[in-house]
């Protein structure tokens, strides 16, 4: 019964006047959050979006953030019209300091990543349907940074001796950058390759270590499909110093070969051959008109051999295969109008004297040797 009484006493000195004051504040603020939220934000936002898309991203990015931050606000103010000692006073306005600084680093982050979609759908758009790997990368880097600033400022508010901890990194730093020149240096191979841009993530690559198409860019590798479906992972150090071939910025791609004929072919054939070849790829659509050479280019031991170089519209690997498949059928066809044969290594034997002469010379050989053959088996 005492215990009961002591509990009844304590309800009844309460300041219920005070708590109900500080509740009447906090709905009020609750409500008003609502009516922000539901009317006066989306006007600004109108606004905004004629004014500028950056300013509307950045409303946008602070849209959650505010939104927690007004029933924060709410909490704060109610605790402070509550008589609560100054020791204690002093903790909630260091909560609601750290606050203010959580909610401005979560929209500047939400900002980052926001801002970060956007210009990458305007890369996507101007680079052919490829996504930028610049964008997502410093997108990256930033929101790291903010967060690092914002954890930072957390722990100073609280009373942390962030300067001698940023102390600390500088001196740890050395050792850390000498224990991983191998990671330093694969991070600033992968700044080389996302402002250089030697490739894009889509583009079919060839480099000494590996070649395939590019999938993905961080800050230590670059993933990298083989043609055998198989992921190979580069570290960007090694890639950024290595020659790139960047198969994917073909405009058109190249097709060069000869065509050996019979040396016997007439002069009269082999003209009409070249002219043929020629006016065939002329008139066929997935040749690129720019250049095409056709050329009887060199005399052989046992053929006539005619250059071709010229290149086909498409870039596509599959495409391309199908179109030199195609000219090839086209040639063989020319060669069969035209009565003309394919060469084959072949050498010819001359005898300075005449046929019966040359008949009689090997023939008395023969019978030389055949005697010789005879006499060392009866020996």
């Not at 029933?71 to 019209?81: D, H, K, Q, R, S």
């Not at 020149?181 to 993530?201: H, L």
């Not at 690997?317 to 109008?337: A, F, G, H, P, S």
């Amino acid at each position: 019964m005492e215990f009961l009484n002591d509990w009844k006493q304590w309800l009844w000195d309460l300041p219920w006047i005070d708590i109900g004051i500080a509740v009447i504040i906090a709905a009020a603020i609750f409500l008003l959050r609502k009516i922000f939220t539901k009317y006066i934000f989306k006007m600004i936002l109108v606004f905004a979006n004629k004014a500028s898309h950056l300013l509307q991203n950045l409303l946008l990015a602070f849209e959650k953030p505010i939104h927690f931050f007004i029933g924060v606000l709410g909490i704060y103010l109610a605790l402070l019209y509550l008589p609560i000692p100054s020791e204690n006073l002093h903790f909630i306005h260091q909560v609601f300091r750290s606050i203010i600084v959580a909610v401005i680093g979560w929209g500047f982050f939400n900002f980052a990543s926001t801002t970060s979609q956007l210009y990458n759908k305007i890369a996507l758009k101007m680079e052919d349907g490829k996504d930028s790997m610049l964008i997502p990368f410093l997108s990256r880097i930033i929101r790291f940074v903010i967060v690092a600033l914002t954890l930072t400022i957390i722990a100073f508010e609280f009373g942390y001796d962030v300067n001698g901890f940023i102390a600390g990194l500088g001196l740890g730093g050395l050792a850390f950058a000498l224990a991983a020149q191998d990671t330093i240096s694969n991070f600033f191979g992968g700044v080389i390759i996302v402002t250089e841009r030697p490739f894009k993530k889509g583009d079919w690559i060839a480099t000494p270590t590996v070649e395939g198409i590019v999938e993905d860019i961080s800050f230590r590798s670059t993933k990298i499909r083989a043609f055998e479906d198989s992921i190979v992972v580069v570290p960007n150090n090694t890639i950024a110093h290595e020659p790139i071939t960047n198969w994917s910025a073909m405009t058109k791609r190249l097709i060069t070969f000869t065509v050996e004929i019979d040396k016997s072919t007439p002069r009269e054939k082999v003209e009409k051959v070249v002219q043929d070849i020629e006016q065939m790829l002329r008139h066929d659509e997935d040749i690129h008109q720019e250049l095409i050479i056709v050329n009887f280019n060199q005399l052989k031991d046992y053929s006539y051999e005619i250059y071709l170089y010229f290149f086909s519209k498409t870039t596509a690997w599959v495409e391309w295969t199908k179109v030199k498949q195609k000219i090839n059928m086209e040639i063989l066809r020319i060669l069969d109008d035209n009565q003309v044969e394919l060469a084959y290594p072949t050498q010819s034997l001359y005898v300075e004297n005449g046929e019966e002469e040359f008949l009689h010379a090997l023939r008395e050989e023969k019978v030389k040797e055949i005697n010789e053959r005879s006499k060392d088996s009866e020996e």
